[in-house]
């Protein structure tokens, strides 16, 4: 197999480290909009080749990795499935908008290309994806993460709000995955994931904690039901290099790529 990564930064460079030495993988393409850090990725594997754009290898791809961010998946998502070839996305808030997302699914069910969205740093998405094929009534997803995680967001800037100045557990948002995800762009992507698997950005709950006390991330999914109830907590060590990306998220990535590579799906 032939994969192309788009965007190498604390993501795509792991999964590019974890696919060399995957004996399944052939190729790896490798693109940033930063060329000097594709180039320093590069250097590191056995199988790296740095590309200019995505079409550049896409008759050659056999499996396109976003990795970059919601733009840079809004504007590969269409190019890559109209020629049918599979991609995986990790910014999956940019599904949010209905229209686009309607559009990249049925030039994917035309071209029978694939389109797979790792479960990022959250668990329990198996269970919610099982119990939305018998009816929802409610969904929520409430995070929680340390100061640093939400550094040069627009939304706390906007607002006047020093995330390094607060001392205690605070509220910083409350309100629906569809406004969440657009607010938080490189935060709560398992917001966007969690929607999709459930019952909707227009409907699902989503409240965001700053803690300044905390050591890892938070993820509480609560799902209520005809199933019955569940409640999963994720406690996430955040990325050492990247404190807005949960390890976990990384670690789900590289196992969805395992599971694509050797087309072996257990737990579905």
Known sequence: MRITIVGCGSIGSKLAKAADAMSEVKRIYLMDKRKEVAERVAATLNKGIIINSVEEELYHTDLVIEAASQEAAKEILPKVVARGVDIMIMSVGSLVDDEFRSMVFEKARVSEAKVYIPTGALCGCDGLRSA???????VELITMKGPKSLLGVEYMESRGIDVEKITE?????????????????????????????????????????????????????????????????????????????????????????KRIVRNEWFGI
């Open 132 to 138: 939305s094929t018998g009816g929802l009534d409610e």
């Open 169 to 257: 557990k605070t509220v910083i948002y409350t309100g629906y995955a569809r406004e969440a995800v657009k607010l938080f762009p490189r935060n709560i992507n398992v917001a966007a994931t969690v929607s999709l698997l459930g019952i909707g950005f227009d409907k699902t709950k989503v409240t965001v904690v700053v803690d300044p006390e905390i050591k890892s991330n938070s993820h509480e999914l609560r799902i209520r039901g005809e199933f019955g109830n569940m409640t999963c907590h994720t406690y996430n060590y955040p990325e050492p290099d990247n404190p807005k990306t949960s390890h976990l998220a990384t670690l789900s990535a590289i196992s969805a790529l």
